[in-house]
């Protein structure tokens, strides 16, 4: 149904797939980010709350 | 070597969003109250039209949500920001314009709603004159915001920073999106959307108004104020970054789960139900950080009110995000949506999460900036419990109501007849549990008082810091990279970025569920048959909207047999495309209006009458205000022409010229409804100018509901 309203709507497909895909984009930058993340560098971010 | 520069924290503007936060908090609280006591003895309403049930929820939910809950994100935004951008706000001038401004939107919106101009969408209620002075004051807080944030002294945005940003930027989009309106008068006007496309901008609206104003900034909160409470930093701060941008990216889908089972198109409910449930993971991921910070420190919980306070928020944040997900997917919707159990939901949420959380930043944040120590741990204890106590008797009546009105509601005998075919029988069921949730939220008022007493007390034993010292070495202005770094970092290091990241990944999702709407003929099918509003229909619908009728009463019969054997034909969407506002509703405190002006549910032009007039006098036991002023006041045709017009613009396809006559055939219609009322029962003794008086108006309009559709099967009869 979706597929169908988007194909009538004209050339709009696009936006399906672009959602798709930054939906995947996002999920793996960000936890390749953390993942890769040196641990000084976490601690130090963490701690921002704790030293002012 | 980089200096040391020396500055001062405005603590002065913290501890004005702090006193607006207890403020609005009690009077918002008080206003929830009555209503509640309302629900179980309506002669509460006093027959006072700006004390009247309909009026003053949403003058409850719009106060706690905007007036508590919004001063409160403002009080821990502005002294958190400061500290993590090692800088004072960018400017005093524009804090106190922020904070002036909203609480002159605050009385605004006190003042408008009870009187009955409103808009009707949830959260949405304010007319465009505050939506424009809403969207200035929002402008005002952003420059401030960023202002503070570009000339800071801390190279890294901490992870709260981020979702102070996300809301920013969120707010702006959904306020924007869902005020677009044409105004007909001072204070009223039509929004651009109608029927099911106004009903998805509302619910991807109101859904993200819980999001990214009761939870994105409160999040943010937590990961400052929590930390700072149990001296030790958050148990994972890579958890809370997957958790940010999977929180936004997958929070502005979830809307449509408003509207499962309504007329809105099968492929956005399964959209709306499926991002829902994805929902859990990040929610829970904040959960846990949340209360995983805790860990090695649970000893200091017993003894320390503030900990406490903050436990039961994030306690609470984790049931509701596992129960939303739950009451999203549809077959589990079929029984909480429009029932009392949505009323629990959120209460869980708004008093748990905002509401605990809100007390335990104050009494970890007053002392602070007053220089003092808590006025009484004992009484901190008092109110916790009082809150925790108010939060459990709330909740478990709305469950159980949910629960049995939605089982009456469905109930058929075995040889396939509604067991209750009377509305009326499902209420007053459940008016103990409306008295019991009355002493829950009583008791959680009172843990309010307590709260506020032993914070006015700590403060008036200290001296505000109004400027507080602190020292930070100058930002260098050229970052030197160090190697190869990530981009992440490059984003953190620069807010703009982070604010068009942000505002991408949020308008993914927006985009892909409205646009399709907004441009697909098919999504709404046209019905042949269905008509523009007469003229005294159209100003019967907007005493309607005025009244908060659509607080109680809903307008969307959904596919199940127990509904249709009720009220007749199930709702389509092409009905709905001269309808602005839209009317669905998301709670039956009454019956559902729908089909009301046709089949077994239509009554007599004197039935409304009497009944609007006093509805426990055709109706023992209705908890319905009774509406007597609608039989004083004369309904005000000077608008007629000005709003025909506005619709003509909007699509309505009225007549040209049309507005010029339009008084006209209201008069005729108004005198056919009072002659028949006079033919069916002449003792009500109807004024000589009845046809003059507003209620000829909401009758003209009770009548019309759900005609068109039938009008063909029905030839002759209508």
Redesign the interface.
Known sequence: MFKYILQSAGDINWMAMLALVLFFAIFLFSTVWVITRKKDYVDKVSRLPLDD | MTQVEQFHYDNAIVKKFAYATMLWGLVGMLVGLWVALELVFPALNLEKPWLTFGRIRPLHTNAVIFAFVGNGIFMGVYY?LQ??M?ARMFSDMLSNIHFWGWQLIIVSAALTLPLGYTTSGEYAELTWPIDLAITLVWVVFGINMFGTIIKRR?E?L???VWFYIATWITVAVLHIVRNLEIPTSGLHSYGIFAGVQEALVQWWYGHNAVAFFLTTPYLGLM??FL??AA????FS???S??H???LI?IYIWAGPHHLLYTSL???AQ??GMVFSLMLIAPSWGGMLNGLLTLRGAWDRVREDPILKFMVVAVTAYGMSTFEGPMMSIKSFNAITHYSDWTIGHVHVGALGWNGMLTFGVMYWLLPRIFDTKLHSVKLANVHFWLGTLGIIFYAIPMYWSGITQNLMWRAFTPDGFLVYPNFLETVTQIIPMYAIRAVGGALFISGVVVGIYNLIKTVSSGRLIANEL?EAPALPTKHVAEGKE???RWIERKPVQMLIGSL??VL??G??EL??MW??D??VPKIASVHPYTPLELQGRDLFVREGCVGCHSQMVRPFRFETERYGEYSKSGEFIYDRPFLWGSKRTGPDLAREGVGKLKKADSWHYAHLYDPRSISPGSIMPAYSWLTKNDLDTSTTAAKIKVLRQLGTPYDSDYELTANEDLAKQAAGIVKRINEEKPDLGLPEDADKKEIIAIIAYLQRLGVDITVQDQAGNQ
């Open positions: 958190s500290r993590l090692k801390e890294h901490y992870v709260a990961y400052y930390p700072k001296n030790r930093p958050v701060y890579r958890l970054i997957v940010f941008w999977a990216f198109p099968d492929w399964s959209l602190a990530h981009w992440h991408i990944v993914i999702g985009m892909v646009f399709p441009w697909v098919d999504n």
